[in-house]
């Protein structure tokens, strides 16, 4: 393999040649378009540069040479972390430098012979500058990744088109490249990838310690599309909106597209939560703010909401009470019962708003509404009645931990405005002392009263 170091030293040259001799700042259009290019052609060849170096000193410093490997006469404990070291990078960076090296550079064999270098194709593309030290490494894991269940020969032509197609392709463009040569070559595995992306999609929704709510996830591309694509179009629709606002000369600074998409998913929430096209009932989806009465026409105080432990300012309750699926819980007024006595099996919708203002969330371990659900204190088969006063909020496993262990649960008192108590059986408590709901009493005194 030819060296890159001669090429290197001309691309050096040719952008010393256009570089302006003050300053870049006011450069032509057509001399700052010429500079970026040769930016990028050194930058790869220096990649090119450092991929052989790297791979050479990870031979020198093989495992087997014990103290006469080179990284260890050099006071580091292995390839990686004196490439590390000495490149200022870190040792992620470094392995990929070896693991592109040990691909695309012909390797010595024992005897002294250069072996063919696995990867021919990409390594010629990293030698000449073409392609960069990341494209090289993305090409080459999904080649390996592949080789065991394809030909040689159309392993060879995937990666002769892939290097040809490389060049001027950002790494995004590239990874989608990749993903459709794949699923050329390997038809067979893509639907055990499937289904490993199905098994690792999940959603994390939790409160950090500032009382923000953090969201973190993965979804399958079929179940993914769904969400990516309804929030790319409301940002979309967004950005348009803007043009046309600019257009008009009356247009706002742009907003970043992170804050448009986190504003179009809660959009979507708030939107469900709300909707009564869905023919679904879910108990704790409708938001429930706390506020005393008095603190809402002071302005003063703070309110809460259901499932946050971070109070909200009055303000704030005012503005998500002007918002639809928002309840806004004015206390320290008459309650309202709800019953329905023994004419209805299943609580109503209204029921369930009164039972969740008053339990706040599941009675036994405090989990919020949107985990649990509205369940009859004395059970429907025994005789019990579909009233407010008879229901309670509990999340599945504290349901069957207090109904399989003889806990009692007992309400005093009228409306949201009642207390909640879980007497438990003797075997826990021999005095049965009554403890307070969990949610209830995590609660701040101006918000229970």
């Known amino acids: 393999m030819s060296s890159p ?25 057509g001399r700052l378009v010429e500079m970026n290019r040769l930016v990028g052609q050194v930058r790869r060849l220096v990649d090119a540069a450092a991929v052989q170096v790297a791979s050479e000193i990870s031979r020198q ?28 990078t870190t040792t992620g960076e470094a392995s990929k430098l070896i693991d592109v090296g040990a691909a695309t550079v012909p390797q010595l064999r024992l005897s002294g012979e250069a072996a063919p270098a696995r990867h021919p194709h990409v390594g010629a593309g990293v030698a000449s500058g073409r392609i960069g030290r990341d494209a090289a490494a993305a090409i080459i894991r999904m080649l390996d990744g592949v080789e065991q269940r394809v030909g040689s020969s159309r392993l060879d032509e995937a990666e002769e088109h892939l290097a040809a197609q490389a060049p001027g392709l950002d790494l995004p463009s590239l990874q989608r490249l990749l993903v459709r040569m794949e699923a050329h070559l390997d038809p067979d ?8 992306l199905r098994a690792r999609t999940f959603l994390s929704a939790r409160q950090d310690a500032s009382g923000g709510v953090t969201l973190k996830g993965f979804f399958d591309p079929s179940r993914g599309a769904v969400v990516l ?64 009465f008095d603190d809402l026409q002071s302005g003063a105080g703070v309110g809460l909401i259901d499932g946050i432990d971070q109070p909200v300012c009055i303000s704030t309750v005012r503005r998500m009470a002007a918002g639809g699926g928002v309840i806004p819980a004015v206390l320290g007024g008459e309650s309202e019962i709800l019953d329905w006595g023994r004419e209805k099996r299943l609580f109503t919708t209204a029921q369930k708003r009164a039972i969740t203002t008053r339990d706040g969330g599941c009675i036994g371990c405090g989990a919020p509404p949107g985990r649990s659900r509205v369940h009859h204190i004395d059970w ?45 059986p003797p075997h826990v408590d021999a005095a049965r002392t009554p403890r307070p709901a969990a949610a209830t009493s995590a609660r701040m005194p101006e918000a229970a009263a």
């Open 189 to 196: 595995g893509v639907a055990p990838k499937e289904e490993d």
């Open 61 to 88: 410093s093989r495992p087997e040479l014990g103290a006469d490997s080179l990284a260890k006469r050099q006071g580091h404990r292995n390839a990686t972390v004196m490439l590390a070291t000495t490149l200022g």
């Open 380 to 424: 429907w088969s025994h005789g019990g009645r579909t009233d407010a006063a008879n229901g309670c909020l509990l999340c599945d496993a504290c349901h069957h931990l207090i109904h399989d262990q003889g806990w009692e649960i007992r309400i005093d008192g009228p409306g949201i405005a009642a207390a909640v108590w879980l007497i438990p």
């Open 229 to 292: 694509n309804l929030v790319d179009a409301m940002v979309t629709a967004e950005l348009h909106r803007q043009r046309d606002a600019e257009t008009r000369g009356n247009g706002l600074p742009p907003r970043p597209i992170p804050e448009m998409q986190a504003d179009a998913l809660i959009a979507i929430c708030a939107h469900y939560s709300g909707c009564t096209a869905t023919n679904q009932t879910l108990p704790g989806a409708t938001v429930v703010v706390r506020v005393a």
């Open 5 to 29: 170091v001669d090429a290197l030293t001309d691309a050096v040259a040719a952008l010393a040649g256009v570089w302006p001799d003050e300053h870049v700042e006011g450069c032509e259009a």
